[in-house]
């Protein structure tokens, strides 16, 4: 018996099935990648003696579980954006939406900044902390006064506030991109 509320709207029903097809891939991929690290822990363990001399029991309980969460994680956001970017390969669009895709207008251009940032938020967390990173890390270098493990010491936090603070900024546009989306993808004009 199906348990679809009767006001479930259509978009509600788009993103329970993007949901459903990138949560099913992604526990296969970390099903696969765990129980290959755990093959590979193993077989580590019996024929290693270097691996059993460094690497602790939680050592080597963290191996399998840290693949399997990662790959489950990497793969899950992989397929969701890629459903985002293409949802009628997926089937998640009807032939109706897609035309009315087709037919959507040039963007502007801070529009398709906008897009960019929230299609790759990553590229800009890391584009904006590297620069941030050296410089902070320069301008306590140059602090004669202080001990160098002192130096790399606050070189470390003040960095990691920066990047914290570019990660929240970044994720908020990128919130707010995603929940008020407005802007087109950009298609050629016929």
Do not use: W
């Amino acid at each position: 018996m199906s348990t679809i509320p009767i006001n479930k709207s259509l978009e509600d029903m788009k993103r329970d099935q993007t949901v459903s097809l990138a949560l099913g891939e992604a526990t296969k991929y970390g099903i696969v990648g765990g129980i290959a690290s755990l093959i590979a822990t193993i077989a580590a363990t019996k024929y290693s003696p270097k691996f059993n001399k460094y690497m602790s029991i939680s050592a080597k309980t963290s191996l399998p579980v840290m693949t399997a969460m990662f790959l489950f994680g990497l793969q899950y956001e992989l397929k969701l954006h890629d459903m985002m970017k293409f949802p009628n390969k997926y089937g998640i669009i009807s032939d109706e939406e897609e035309e009315v895709v087709k037919k959507m207008p040039i963007i502007p251009f801070h529009h398709r900044v906008i897009n960019y940032i929230d299609d790759h938020p990553i590229q800009l967390i890391a584009g904006l902390s590297a620069p941030l990173l050296a410089t902070v890390l320069n301008q306590q270098l140059a602090l004669k006064n202080l001990k160098f493990s002192q130096r790399i010491l606050h070189s470390r936090v003040y960095a990691q506030v920066g990047v914290i603070g570019i990660i929240v900024m970044v994720f908020g546009l990128k919130d707010y991109a995603s929940r008020y989306r407005i802007y087109y993808d950009e298609k050629e004009e016929d």
